[in-house]
């Protein structure tokens, strides 16, 4: 009897202390500048960031397949033209690629794109986060010295003709003078932390299936 209590006294304390949750690390002012930049010419890109969600969703903090992204994916919270940032703990799954070394995975072109919480919050989250939302405006990879490298390269730099496809994307806003796009943060968590509704998953975003991602190691180049 006293052994089965001490084995349910460990169990309890291993529960309690690898109760996990995402973080939330977003730096709209470098975001800003980011969508800005030169190439955007007289068109710069205001990023807006919006209400934060709760999800509490255990079985996605560590993502290991392409349908856990799927399923992730298809909870999106609001209209279509809002983008949604999803924070986990762990992500190695993205489209057909499975790799440790990914970080953030978004639609190509979409709504949704997740990432590693713990990158997001390092010095190269600015542009992980600005990398996977491009993908969703509809951009592909393009290697070198560029923000879509498949690689966080230390490089956020978009082409005009990059510029010019962003614009393209309905998930840019404007009222015939600024730019726009809004964006509304998904914290994933294993417990709530307060009381929410649950969301209803958004049929509307279901059909887009090709992802992009994003490797957290740089390459040296000659
Ligand atoms: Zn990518």
């Known amino acids: 009897m006293k052994a089965l209590k001490s084995l349910l006294l460990i169990v309890g304390f291993f529960i309690t202390t690898q109760a ?3 973080f939330i ?7 800003d500048a980011i969508f800005s930049q030169p190439s955007f010419g007289s068109r710069p890109i205001d990023i807006r960031i919006g209400e934060t969600t709760e999800l509490v969703l255990p079985n996605l903090l560590d993502i290991t397949t392409n349908a856990e992204v799927n399923e992730l994916f298809s909870m ?30 978004g639609q190509t072109p979409g709504n949704n794109f997740v990432v590693e919480s713990g990158y997001a919050s390092g010095s190269n989250g600015s542009e992980l986060l600005a990398h ?12 070198g ?5 498949p690689r966080i390269n230390g490089f956020t730099t978009l082409t005009e003709q990059e510029a010019n496809s962003i614009h393209s994307s309905s998930l840019v806003q404007d009222n015939g003078l600024d730019y726009w796009i809004n964006i509304n943060p ?12 649950v969301p209803e998953p958004s049929t509307l975003m279901l059909f887009l299936l090709s992802f992009g991602f994003i490797f957290k190691n740089a390459i040296n180049r000659k």
């Open 20 to 22: 996990k949750a995402g």
């Open 25 to 31: 690390t977003i730096n709209e002012t470098q975001l």
């Open 76 to 105: 999106h919270v609001g209209f279509f033209n809002i983008v949604n940032f999803y924070f986990i703990d762990t992500i190695s799954a993205c489209g057909s690629t499975i790799n440790s070394g990914i970080v953030g995975c």
């Open 132 to 143: 996977e939302l491009a993908h969703n405006l509809g951009l592909h990879h393009n290697s």
């Open 145 to 149: 010295n560029t923000l879509m490298d």
């Open 186 to 197: 998904v914290l994933v968590v294993a417990s709530a932390s307060i009381p929410l509704p």
